[in-house]
């Protein structure tokens, strides 16, 4: 066994007591045979024989998916995922080498969170990325698709009569299975706002109705708040609660919030706050004093790209750990996928 199928099997049964251990040796060998984080590194003068905890890593600036090929040694590589963005801007690209992987680090993360996947319809209101043909949140909700083992899970463009009539079945014809719309946030919005009311009426009668957000407005809409956003929709989908996805074309994890834009981290990603002014002063906990700052990520799904991403995003820790954490804002011109809260 290599040191790569070693790593991914210390990845796959990784615990919040071993987090630490098993990130520090994916950094020991990422710092080795990633070149590009190699160079960064070299340029940082950082020894990495004397890292000894998360917070002494360096984390990557995320934009360097954009100017770079980020890989770990010279995998084959079976697709590359691509970044939405304004036309003529530059997108992030984040080469998979194992797809496979991927399908089960992101499964594994959704069930763990809200269990078995054959037990829900899924129905996903993707129109901006199904346009696109190499988007990593359309592979995901494919792959979940495909899990739910449900005739009527699938994916609406702009079909939107079609995706009324098949919730409106579901509320006649309840099988006890949770109905989950997932959806883009400016979609969810269109679709709570252009219907008439009694189009919506039916939703009432799914009590096992879930709706889930995965960020991103992007010129579609004003920006609005997190809280503003999910009054609208928990309003015209009569639900409790607004369900979020917190991920991005540049990482494999993904972490989920099941209402009040509060996430907790999934098992193989932790999140790390850095100083607004200071990036190499990076915090791992609350009791740090950090009231906010720049959201930097370790995610071991990462295994053949880079683990330690320092992104554009704004948060803060929630509660007496760091498992939990709020997305409250993005750095100025930042276009990437994940923020929650100002969307």
Known sequence: MNRR????????????????????????????????????????RCNPDKVQSLTQIPFMPIGFFKKHTVLTESPVVQTTFESSGTTGAQTSRHHVA??????DISIRIFEQTYGPLSNCHLLA???????????????????FIAQTHSSVSGFFLHNVDELLITLKNLAQNSDGR?????????????LAESEMPQDLECLQDIPSLMVMETGGMKGRRREMLREEVHEVLTKAFGVKVIH????????????????????DA?????????DIN???????????GLRYGGINVVDLGNLDSCAFIETQDLGRFVGENSTRFEVIGRFDNSDVRGCNLLI
Not at 18 to 26: P, S
Not at 98 to 103: E, P, R, S, V
């Open 5 to 44: 199928q070693e790593l991914k099997q210390l990845v796959k049964n990784v615990t919040p007591d071993t987090f630490e251990d098993v990130a520090l040796a994916v950094f020991r060998w990422q710092a080795v045979s990633n070149f590009i984080y190699r160079e960064y590194l070299s340029h940082l």
């Open 98 to 103: 194992d797809l496979d992987w991927y399908t």
């Open 125 to 143: 209101l993707l129109p901006s990325y199904l346009e696109r043909n190499n988007s990593s949140l359309v592979y995901m909700v494919q792959q």
């Open 178 to 190: 949770t109905v989950l719309l997932w959806g883009v946030t400016f979609a969810l919005l269109d």
């Open 244 to 263: 979020s996805e917190y991920g991005m074309t540049e990482l494999l994890s993904q972490s989920y919030s099941k209402g009040d834009g509060i996430f």
């Open 266 to 274: 999934s098992a193989t990603m932790r999140i790390l706050l850095r």
């Open 278 to 288: 200071d990036p190499r002063a990076v915090y791992d906990s609350p009791q740090s």
